[in-house]
DNA sequence: CAGGATCCAGTACGATACTG
DNA sequence: CAGTATCGTACTGGATCCTG
């Protein structure tokens, strides 16, 4: 492709202005992210372990894990403590902050199970109204 | 695509069990995707057309927009009314259940913006930390 | 103006192998 | 056990063009 740049504009590389200006909304991103709501949810219950965490939450992979908790831990809503004896042992657990995040977090999830009905006949009946166009 | 497929193990695809076999996690998922808490956001002040919503949000393309709101309008959580003149004008809103999940949302983003500072100093020490070693 | 179709870059994510 | 490093892929999401 484009081997000759001569008019090759890059289309202004997409400003972002919001994203890059905006660090709520990459906080925002953290703790509703993917697998973060799900590591905030399962450590509401108390301290968990590397691969507690992992079985709880179910269909992580190390990286994420690994990764996703340490952006929690970075923005100050996980805390980390690391037992020095071999074999490794890790312990996660929330900072004050990361329980109200929790919360916050766990109380929409706890809301979405409760609807998971209405959800589905919303959706039953969206499809309806699609054959009768 | 795959034309030889005599060895080409494709590495069993992720089970994804859970995801799959667990509807209120892709509920979730849609509520709190990087658009749709934005777009929840943004209709908890009232009705807004497409375009509206595209300034209000910032930074979404018209796909990403379109997109979003079809998924809320099919799990229920956004009203979207088509008036049919010249040119288009649609209008989307929020249903009852719809501005529950706003309520929640908008919550767990008001309180983000309230520990902005919190993190950032979080942050700040984590850094911090990384250097003593 | 509202959005569908298409193309493409960036990255999110998973599998695997390796280290302390 | 708790990660890190590397690699490959699939999907996200943006730009662009097109239509009613």
Redo the contacts with the bound molecule.
């Keep these: 492709?484009?081997v000759s740049n001569e008019s090759k504009?890059?289309?202004?590389?997409?400003?972002?202005v919001n994203?890059a200006s905006c660090p709520s909304r990459l906080i925002l991103e953290h703790v509703t992210?993917?697998?973060g709501v799900l590591v905030l949810a399962a450590l509401t219950d108390g301290t968990r372990?590397?691969?507690?965490?992992?079985r709880t939450v179910g269909?992580?992979?190390?990286?994420?894990?690994?990764?996703?908790?340490?952006t929690l831990e970075r923005d100050g809503f996980v805390h980390?403590q690391?037992h020095p004896v071999?074999?490794?042992?890790?312990?996660?657990s929330l900072t004050p902050i990361g329980e109200e995040a929790a919360r916050q977090v766990w109380s929409l999830a706890r809301w979405v199970e409760s609807r998971v009905p209405d959800v589905m006949a919303a959706r039953d009946s969206y499809e309806k109204a699609k054959q009768g166009r």
């Design positions: 492709m484009g504009v890059p289309p202004m590389a997409a400003p972002d994203v992210s993917r697998w372990r590397f691969s507690e965490l992992r269909g992580v992979s190390e990286k994420m894990l690994a990764q996703t908790l340490q980390r690391a071999i074999p490794p042992h890790v312990d996660y």
